[in-house]
Every structure is written in C-alpha cells, then in structure tokens.
C-alpha cells in the first residue's frame, strides 16, 4: 500500500459524507419551501371560506386549532409508526397524501351546500 493510501481514503470518506449533507440539506430547503406554500395558499384562506359558509365563532376556532393539534399528536406517534413501517419516505408519503386528501370534504361542501341568508344551508 502507498504513504498516502489512508489520507486519500479519509478525504474521498469526507467528500461522500460532505455530499449527502449538502443533498439533505437541498432537500430540507425544498420540503420547507412547499410546506411555506402550502400554508400560506391554504391556512391563511380558510377563516374566511368558513366564514363565506356561515361558520360560528366556536367552528372558527376549531378550524384553526385542530390542524396544530394533530401536528403535535402526530409528533408524538410518529416514532412508534416509523419503528412499525421500518421506512421514513413511505411514512412521510403518506402523510402528505392524506394531508391532501382532507382537502376533498371542504371542496365537497362547498359544491353541494348553498349558505343561505339566514346561517343554514341547502343542500342540492
């Protein structure tokens, strides 16, 4: 073996290791980016759909504070989920489907209930 065998392998083991940081953080910074566009197209809107739809005060408030908690129940069993799946990108996978898929029941409502003028709704 060369002199310089072990010093070149320590440098190529640092460059891999700078390599996959520099692409975990890339991928932090993208997940975040979409997370910032999801709320600000989304949670910042839905106070006054519900309103448009004659929401009561105590409706409002719970739209507005159920999503914070089950963000930290979710925190809490994510743990004991990743342990059962073994896998951390099907877990997230799937979460962020079903965070799409709670967007159907809102547009639902709004398709086929009318508010009328006096706080109720038709439904067609």
Known sequence: MPLGFHSKQRVLTRLNKN???????KYS???GSAWAAMMG?????????????KATNSQISLLS???A????????FSPI???RTGNRKNLIM???????????PI??????????????????
């Open 94 to 104: 799937i979460g962020a489907f079903l965070n799409g898929l709670m967007f159907i």
């Open 65 to 67: 504070a159920i999503p």
């Open 29 to 31: 910074v993208l997940d």
């Open 69 to 76: 908690l089950l963000t930290s129940v979710s925190q809490f």
């Open 107 to 124: 547009l639902w409502y709004h398709s086929f209930f009318i508010p009328t003028r006096s706080g109720g709704c038709w439904a067609l």
């Open 41 to 53: 197209l989304t949670q910042n809107y839905m106070t006054p759909y519900a309103l448009n739809l």
């Open 19 to 25: 390599h996959k940081i520099r692409k975990s953080l």
């Open 81 to 83: 989920l990743l342990e």
